[in-house]
C-alpha cells in the first residue's frame, strides 16, 4: 500500500460511530476531475470564474454559460470514481459516514456512497432561471460550438434552463448548509479532503467541529488555512490516503 496512516488515527476512526466527510474538488482530482485553484491545473487558473460562475454571467452570455456547463458534464461523465470515493463508501459499511461535499459531479454517488448534502448543488440538475421549476436538458448535448457556446434549453414557461449549481454570489441549496453543521455536531470525527478551506459558509464547517472539541484530520497534499488547527494533518492524496485509511480499521 505504501502510505502510513499518522500515528493514532486508525484508533480514532476506529472508535467514531459517527463521522461527517467534507470533500471538495481535489477528491476528485485523482478520477481526472480539475480543482478550481490548483496552479496550472485549476480551473479558475484557466477560466474567468466572474464570466462563467455568477448570475451576471448568465444574464450577460447565457449560451456562453450552458456551453461551459455542458464540458464540465461531459468530462465528468467520461471520469471514474477513484479508490478514494471507494474506500469512503466501505466505511460506510462500518460506521455511520456522512458526506457533505462541495463539488457538483456524481462520483461519491457512482461509487456507492449516499451523499448528505451537495452544498454547491448538482451539475447534472437543471432548474428554469425564471419560474424555478427544475428541468431537464442537464445531460451533456451535441458538441458544443467552436466557440464554446451551446443555446441553453427553453423552460414550458419561456424562461431559460439553467445550470443547478450554486454561483458566486448565490446562496447555497434550502438546508444544505444546516443538514452539514447539524452532521458534523452530531459526529465523533470530522474529515476534510481535497479543499483549500477558502470559500465559506463551507469552511465554516471544520471551525464549528473544532470549536466544539471534535477531532477533524485533513487529507491534503497541500497546506491550507486549517492545517495547523486540525488534530491530525495528513498531507497525502485522498486516493492513496482514505484506502489506507480504511485498511487500517480492519
Ligand atoms: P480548490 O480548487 O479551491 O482546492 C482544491 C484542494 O484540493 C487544494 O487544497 C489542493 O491542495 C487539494 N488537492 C489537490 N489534489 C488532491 C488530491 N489528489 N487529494 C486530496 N486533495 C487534493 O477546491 P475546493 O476547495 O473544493 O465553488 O473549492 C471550493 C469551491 O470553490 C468549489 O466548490 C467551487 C469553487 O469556486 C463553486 O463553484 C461555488
Known amino acids: 500500500m505504501g502510505e502510513q496512516v499518522p ?20 477528491m476528485s482530482a485523482e478520477s481526472g476531475v480539475p480543482t478550481f485553484r490548483d496552479a496550472q491545473s485549476g480551473l479558475w487558473e484557466r477560466y474567468d470564474a466572474a464570466a462563467l460562475a455568477t448570475p451576471e454571467a448568465w444574464l450577460a452570455d447565457a449560451a456562453l454559460v450552458w456551453g461551459w456547463y455542458q464540458w464540465r458534464r461531459s468530462l ?11 474506500a469512503l463508501a466501505r466505511w460506510a ?9 462541495q463539488n457538483v459531479d456524481d462520483l461519491h454517488e457512482r461509487a456507492g456512497s449516499a ?23 442537464a445531460e451533456p448535448g451535441p458538441e458544443v460550438a467552436q466557440d464554446g457556446r451551446t ?13 443547478g449549481v450554486v454561483w458566486f454570489g448565490e446562496a447555497l441549496p434550502p438546508d444544505a448548509f444546516e443538514a452539514g453543521m447539524r452532521s458534523v455536531l452530531d459526529s465523533h470525527l470530522v ?13 465554516l464547517l471544520p471551525d464549528i467541529a473544532l470549536r466544539s472539541g471534535i477531532p477533524v484530520v485533513e487529507i491534503n497534499p497541500g497546506p491550507t488555512p486549517l492545517s495547523t488547527d486540525v488534530d491530525v494533518s495528513w498531507r497525502a492524496p485522498a486516493a492513496v490516503a482514505l484506502p489506507a485509511l480504511i485498511e487500517a480499521l480492519g
Do not use: K, Y
Open 151 to 163: 443555446p441553453p434549453p427553453r423552460c414550458e414557461c419561456g424562461g431559460l434552463v439553467r445550470p
Open 191 to 203: 474529515v476534510v479532503v481535497g479543499t483549500s478551506g477558502l470559500v465559506q459558509p463551507a469552511a
Open 76 to 86: 465528468v461523465r467520461a471520469c471514474e470514481p477513484n479508490a478514494g470515493h471507494r
Open 7 to 26: 500515528r493514532g488515527l486508525a484508533e480514532l476512526a476506529r472508535g467514531s460511530r459517527t463521522v461527517t466527510v467534507l470533500s471538495g474538488a481535489g
Open 93 to 101: 459499511r462500518l460506521a455511520d459516514v456522512r458526506i457533505v461535499t
Open 115 to 137: 451523499v448528505l448534502a451537495h452544498l454547491h448543488g448538482d451539475l447534472f440538475a437543471s432548474r428554469c432561471d425564471t419560474c424555478g421549476q427544475e428541468a431537464h436538458g
